[in-house]
């Protein structure tokens, strides 16, 4: 886990980035900047619980990936979910909680993953354990924003105007993103046979 402390607000940034894209880097500044975050941690998944992990790319490839994606500044690349053989977000979270106490973290996700929250283990206990931005995505918005998660908590959602505050307040609380957007997608990147084999 990256080191952090007392003063810092944190991102938590999960993907498989299979490949990591510019779309993934433009999420990451987008929260950085809209939120004041010090820093913002890429935590690439051994596999997302949902997906099919036939195609993906070994954890280390794509660590090296994501580093070459991220900038260094103010983004750090981690897969700690494998060291520490966490499977579900909830969890992942609860042990960031644990051992990182002093930290200020928020999730950050895009709008697609946003729309189909509710399928996650225990989505709720993420929504009331964490603040939670999402970031738009093309042709994700209105599912997003019509979404279970955005009906069960729309009482604590947060105008983007207002989005700097989201680190320092009490989940549940959330902020939606809109703009600038990207369409690429690791689907269409490997459709497109872009990584080597
Ligand atoms: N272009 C994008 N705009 C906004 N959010 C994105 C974009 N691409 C990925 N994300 C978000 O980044 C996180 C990691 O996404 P992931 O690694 O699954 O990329 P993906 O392009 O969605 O992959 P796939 O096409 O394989 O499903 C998720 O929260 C996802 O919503
Ligand atoms: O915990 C869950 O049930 C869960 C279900 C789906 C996705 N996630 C997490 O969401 C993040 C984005 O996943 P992905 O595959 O869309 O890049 C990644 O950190 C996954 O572990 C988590």
Avoid at 31 to 52: C, E, F, H, Q
Avoid at 80 to 96: G, H, I, N, P, Q
Avoid at 115 to 137: C, G, K, N, S
């Amino acid at each position: 886990m990256p080191p952090g402390n007392r003063q810092m607000t944190v991102g938590l940034f999960g993907g498989s980035f299979n490949p990591p894209h510019p779309g993934h880097r433009l999420v990451a500044e987008t929260a950085l900047k809209r939120l004041g975050l010090s820093r913002i941690w890429w935590i690439v998944t051994p596999g997302n619980p949902l997906k099919d992990h036939g195609i993906l790319r070994p954890l280390g490839e794509r660590v090296a990936m994501a580093r070459a994606m991220a900038s260094p500044a103010r983004m750090d690349v981690t897969a700690f979910e494998a060291r520490y053989k966490v499977r579900f977000t909830a969890d992942m979270v609860a042990l960031v909680r644990a051992r990182r106490p002093e930290l200020r973290i928020v999730w950050v996700m895009g709008a697609d993953s946003m729309a189909t929250f509710h399928r996650w283990q225990e989505w709720q206990r993420i929504a009331e354990m964490v603040p939670i931005a999402v970031v738009d995505r093309p042709g994700a918005t209105f599912a997003a924003l019509a979404s279970p998660f955005a009906r069960r908590y729309d009482f604590a959602r947060i105008p983007q105007e207002r989005a700097s505050i989201l680190p320092y307040r009490q989940a549940p609380a959330w902020t939606f993103l809109f703009g600038p957007r990207d369409a690429t997608s690791s689907t269409r990147l490997r459709g497109e046979a872009v990584m080597p084999s």
